[in-house]
């Protein structure tokens, strides 16, 4: 017997993992800030020497949990939104607020991002990142010359909250991950799982 089956749009999404759609629309200053609970694995399996700069801090969801661990934080970010210091664009900068640059960088965004931490940093540089960054010529073209020497893949998936709202997020459709670069790092980039 033979189906008749049509499908819609979104079928092809659903097999996939994937979503082409969002109740929301996007935030316009690509702010989502990240479960502070990110920070407890990314430190379980790196040392960072030296302060933190957090240069898009948001609310200070990570910048927060990394106090609580007992780290020095600068925190800053373009946008106010009651925490850090303010009107900061990262991508302006010409020095260093701290030894090691951790951010959740607004994704529209995270290549420069990332070329700014590389220039910017003294130690470590570490970025939450969706898996799909792996992805792209261009990026491949920024990971043949600035390799990161970890990808920590979350293997459970992890929420970003539009505005900072975690009680309005579900589960979430992305997979993210650690991606952490050593200054001066050179060789092939490792994979594990957190």
């Given at each position: 017997?033979?189906?008749?089956?049509t499908?819609?749009k979104?079928?092809?999404f659903?097999?996939?993992?994937?979503?082409?759609?969002?109740e929301?629309?996007?935030?316009?200053n690509?702010?989502?800030?990240?479960?502070?609970?990110?920070?407890?694995?990314?430190?379980?399996?790196?040392?960072?020497?030296?302060?933190?700069?957090?240069?898009a801090?948001?609310e200070?969801?990570?910048?927060?949990?990394?106090?609580?661990?007992?780290?020095?934080?600068?925190?800053?970010?373009?946008i106010?939104?009651?925490?850090?210091?303010t009107?900061?664009?990262f991508?302006?900068?010409?020095?260093?607020?701290?030894?090691?640059?951790?951010t959740?960088?607004?994704?529209?965004?995270?290549?420069?991002?990332?070329?700014?931490?590389?220039?910017?940093?003294?130690?470590?540089?570490?970025?939450?990142?969706?898996?799909?960054?792996?992805?792209?010529?261009?990026?491949?073209?920024?990971?043949?010359?600035?390799?990161?020497?970890?990808?920590?893949?979350?293997?459970?998936r992890?929420?970003?909250?539009?505005?900072?709202?975690?009680e309005?997020?579900g589960?979430?459709a992305?997979?993210?991950?650690w991606?952490?670069?050593y200054?001066?790092y050179?060789?092939?980039t490792?994979?594990?799982?957190?």
């Open positions: 017997m033979d189906k008749d089956w499908g819609n979104k079928s092809t659903a097999t996939l993992g994937a979503s082409n759609h969002s929301h629309d996007r935030e316009i690509d702010y989502y800030a990240t479960e502070p609970n990110t920070i407890n694995a990314l430190f379980k399996v790196e040392n960072f020497e030296g302060n933190i700069w957090e240069c801090c948001g200070g969801h990570l910048s927060n949990r990394m106090i609580e661990l007992g780290k020095e934080v600068i925190s800053t970010d373009l106010y939104r009651g925490y850090g210091i009107g900061i664009d991508l302006k900068q010409t020095k260093s607020h701290g030894n090691n640059i951790v959740n960088p607004p994704y529209k965004y995270a290549q420069e991002f990332v070329e700014k931490a590389i220039e910017l940093s003294t130690n470590k540089i570490a970025m939450f990142l969706k898996l799909t960054f792996l992805e792209g010529q261009k990026r491949r073209k920024m990971f043949d010359k600035y390799p990161p020497k970890y990808v920590y893949v979350f293997s459970q992890k929420k970003c909250a539009l505005n900072g709202k975690f309005d997020t589960s979430s992305a997979a993210y991950a991606f952490v670069w200054k001066d050179k060789g092939d490792i994979i594990k799982w957190i």
